[in-house]
C-alpha cells in the first residue's frame, strides 16, 4: 500500500497566481492543472493522523498574523530537481520560520532538501527542459507589470492522492481557527 502524502500550502489566487498558471500550461501542458502556490511545508507522509495534524496546524498557525511576502527572481533547482519557481524574496524569513515551526509532531519530517521560500512555476521532466522552461519564464516575468506581492493569510492542508493529483483537506487561517471544509 502507498503512503499517503501531505503537504501545507497557500494558494495564489491574484493576478500573479493566474499569470503563473497560465505559463505553466504554456510550458508544460500535459501536466494536470495546479493552482499556484507557495509551499509551507513541502509533501511528506503524516506521524499520526489526520486529525492530530490539523490539531498542530491550528495550533501554531492561530498564533501567526497573515503577512505580505514579495515575489523576486525565476529561478530552477537543477540540478537537484528539474523544477522552475520564482524565489520569495521579502519575507522569506517568515516563511523559514514558520516552516520550522510546523516540521514538528504529526508533521514532523526529514526533508530531502533545504527549504527554500518560493512560488512553483512548473516541474518538466529534464534538466535541459528545465533550463529552457526557466530562460522563457524569466522573459515572460521581466514583463509582467502586475503587483509581485502576496498578502498570506490563508493555508491549505492538502493529501495527494494520485500523481500530480491533490485534495484539498482543510483551510487554515493565519491568526484564527480552522474554517470547515
Not at 14 to 20: A, H, K, L, N, R
Not at 117 to 130: G, N, Y
Request: hydrophobic residues 45%.
Amino acid at each position: 500500500m502507498q503512503t499517503l502524502r501531505y503537504a501545507l500550502v497557500a494558494y495564489v489566487r491574484s493576478p500573479v497566481g493566474e499569470f503563473v498558471e497560465n505559463l505553466r500550461r504554456e510550458l508544460h501542458p500535459a501536466l494536470p492543472h495546479l493552482g499556484a502556490h507557495i509551499t509551507f511545508l513541502p509533501p511528506r507522509p503524516l506521524q499520526g493522523t489526520e486529525n492530530a495534524a490539523l490539531h498542530v496546524l491550528e495550533g501554531i498557525c492561530g498564533q501567526v498574523e497573515p503577512f505580505v511576502v514579495t515575489l523576486g527572481d525565476v529561478e530552477t533547482f537543477v540540478p537537484t530537481t528539474p523544477t522552475v519557481y520564482i524565489r520569495v524574496t521579502h519575507a522569506a524569513s517568515r516563511l523559514l520560520e514558520l516552516h520550522n515551526q510546523l516540521n514538528a509532531q504529526a508533521l514532523a519530517f526529514a526533508e530531502e532538501w533545504p527549504y527554500i521560500p518560493h512560488l512553483t512555476v512548473v516541474k518538466m521532466e529534464t534538466e535541459e527542459a528545465a533550463n529552457q522552461a526557466m530562460r522563457m519564464a524569466r522573459e515572460r516575468w521581466q514583463q509582467y507589470s502586475g503587483s509581485r506581492r502576496i498578502l498570506l493569510d490563508r493555508l491549505t492542508f492538502v493529501r495527494e492522492d494520485a500523481q500530480n493529483h491533490w485534495v484539498d483537506l482543510a483551510p487554515v487561517l493565519l491568526g484564527g481557527r480552522l474554517v470547515s471544509p
